[in-house]
């Protein structure tokens, strides 16, 4: 059974906090993506990596980074978290053309 | 660029009665359409996708939807609904060749018992 699998189901920070988000996939895809889920606005892009070391920026990537040091890992970054950053967050993961993503359970990360 | 609009944002409807989400697109080159569902408190899962072929695409569930180029509109239709379909359904349009997939709004479907 394919499986992507998200670091934390729910978390707390509070502003200003380092914020780390992991992602793993095992399905040996070469696509990951981060999203964001708000309400009324459904699914936005953050970044996304089609490569190891290779990423570029979503619709959405002000104060955010991203790390992929290994095919299967993809971690999202907030530097200085944010009030406005309270979201949900997705990851998926695709194959390199034409695929559908596979979704993790997402994390809702909530900044006081 | 591409754009997805789902129009209704939410769709009440009674359990065994048929219901039709829609969803339209706009793409300068020809594209790839996905239904995703996302259960509370679960991440989206697919329903059903168009590649290629037949225009008209079934999921194991019963749903079905037909990629209408003319009028460019990937609609989700099911004739009869249960309380466990009960969900947020999302369109989503890749271009061909390329890597990025645009998501629409979603649609919040809720059956009435």
């Known amino acids: 059974d394919v499986k992507v699998t998200q670091s934390s189901r729910y978390l707390v920070k509070r502003t200003g906090e380092k914020v780390f988000l992991e992602c793993v996939q095992d399905?040996?895809?070469?696509?990951m993506f981060w999203y964001r889920q708000d309400p009324g606005l459904g699914l936005r892009l953050i970044y996304f990596s089609y490569d190891v070391k290779m990423k570029e920026k979503g619709d959405i990537p002000e104060g955010y980074s991203v790390s992929r040091e290994k095919k299967e890992r993809f971690s999202l970054i907030l530097e200085s978290a944010s009030t406005n950053q309270t979201s949900m967050y997705l990851c998926?993961?695709?194959?390199?053309?034409?695929?559908?993503?596979?979704f993790g359970p997402g994390t809702r990360l909530t900044v006081t | 660029a591409q754009s997805v609009t789902q129009l209704d944002s939410q769709v009440p409807v009674f359990e065994e009665a048929p219901v039709e989400l829609r969803c339209n697109y706009s793409?300068?080159?020809?594209?790839?359409l996905f239904w995703y569902v996302q259960y509370p408190n679960q991440g989206l899962q697919l329903l059903l996708k168009?590649?290629?072929?037949?225009?008209l695409v079934e999921s194991i569930n019963g749903f079905e939807a037909e990629f209408n180029k003319s009028q460019t509109s990937f609609h989700l239709r099911k004739p009869s609904v249960h309380i466990s379909d009960t969900a947020e359904y999302f369109c989503a349009v890749l271009p061909r060749g390329y890597q990025k997939v645009t998501f629409g709004t979603g649609t919040k479907l809720q059956v009435i018992p």
């Open positions: 168009y590649l290629s072929g037949s225009t």
């Open positions: 399905m040996d895809h070469e696509n």
């Open positions: 793409s300068s080159v020809s594209v790839y």
């Open positions: 998926a993961s695709a194959p390199r053309f034409g695929g559908e993503q596979y």
